[in-house]
């Protein structure tokens, strides 16, 4: 993985401004990673924060630009909901300002009951992060 390309990336996203390069490390380090590489260069990323059976998040999906609107994000994300060892969990999420409808191709929809769904937030994340 080019740790370098994909905290640049991230760090000027709407998502993740106020992530250091460390805090992104740290986050690699603990998620199950998918990228792919054109020519042994890497052109996309996204992880899966699991515990492999009941829940799994996907965060951080990208394509860096000159690869986009080639069908790369639908492939990454067709590899990441395939793969053995996570293809069976119960629920999935994600969270996206921008891309609803990719996302919907891929049966994902609104929280059928967002009642239930609570948060607890960083005061950092409160002043920093728009959509988490």
């Given at each position: 993985?080019?740790?370098?390309?994909?905290?640049?990336?991230?760090?000027?996203?709407y998502?993740?401004?106020?992530?250091?390069?460390?805090?992104?490390?740290?986050?690699?380090?603990?998620?199950?990673?998918?990228?792919?590489?054109?020519?042994?260069?890497?052109?996309?990323?996204?992880?899966?924060?699991?515990?492999?059976?009941?829940?799994?998040?996907?965060?951080?999906?990208?394509v860096?630009?000159?690869?986009?609107?080639?069908g790369?994000s639908?492939?990454?994300?067709?590899?990441?909901?395939?793969?053995?060892?996570?293809?069976?969990?119960?629920?999935?999420?994600?969270?996206?300002?921008?891309?609803?409808?990719?996302?919907?191709?891929?049966?994902?929809?609104?929280?059928?009951?967002p009642?239930?769904?609570?948060?607890?937030?960083?005061?950092?994340?409160?002043?920093?992060?728009?959509?988490?």
């Amino acid at each position: 993985m080019d740790m370098d390309l994909i905290f640049e990336f991230i760090h000027n996203s709407y998502w993740g401004k106020s992530r250091t390069y460390e805090e992104q490390k740290k986050t690699v380090e603990n998620t199950l990673n998918f990228e792919l590489f054109h020519h042994g260069k890497q052109i996309a990323f996204t992880s899966v924060m699991t515990d492999f059976v009941f829940f799994a998040y996907i965060l951080d999906v990208f394509v860096i630009d000159t690869y986009q609107g080639k069908g790369l994000s639908k492939k990454l994300i067709t590899n990441i909901l395939n793969y053995d060892a996570i293809k069976n969990v119960d629920k999935w999420i994600l969270a996206t300002s921008d891309a609803h409808s990719l996302y919907k191709k891929f049966g994902f929809g609104t929280i059928k009951n967002p009642s239930m769904i609570m948060e607890k937030m960083s005061e950092r994340a409160k002043k920093n992060i728009r959509i988490i």
